[in-house]
């Protein structure tokens, strides 16, 4: 049985292949405190088909490159409109666009 995740699209910028980031829950040992893990997939896309902000299905595969062992099987929500894919941005690089302009 082959290991399946589900994630978000996080990037695209290389020909048939994309990011996609996983969310999973821990609880502390010791705390109970429960934590967010994030992890990153670098999958195959060999159709393009799946683009920034969609939510996609990935399964364990043979290795096809230095980094590469997922495919995405299927694209399970696609992402609504381009704000969600501009949400995807990290904060701290709008803000810092818009310290930039205040300088001035």
């Known amino acids: 049985m082959k290991k399946q995740r589900q994630g978000k699209v996080i990037s695209d910028k290389m020909q048939s ?9 821990v609880s502390h040992p010791v705390y109970k405190k429960t934590l967010k893990r994030k992890s990153k997939f670098v999958a195959h896309n060999p159709e393009n088909k799946a683009k920034l902000g969609d939510m996609v299905k990935i399964i364990e595969t043979r290795p096809l490159s230095k980094t590469k062992r997922w495919k995405v099987v299927e694209i399970v929500k696609a992402a609504d409109s381009e704000l969600e894919a501009a949400s995807q941005k990290p904060i701290s690089k709008l803000l810092k666009k818009s310290k930039k302009k205040g300088a001035k």
């Open 17 to 25: 292949t994309v990011i996609v980031e996983t969310i999973s829950f």
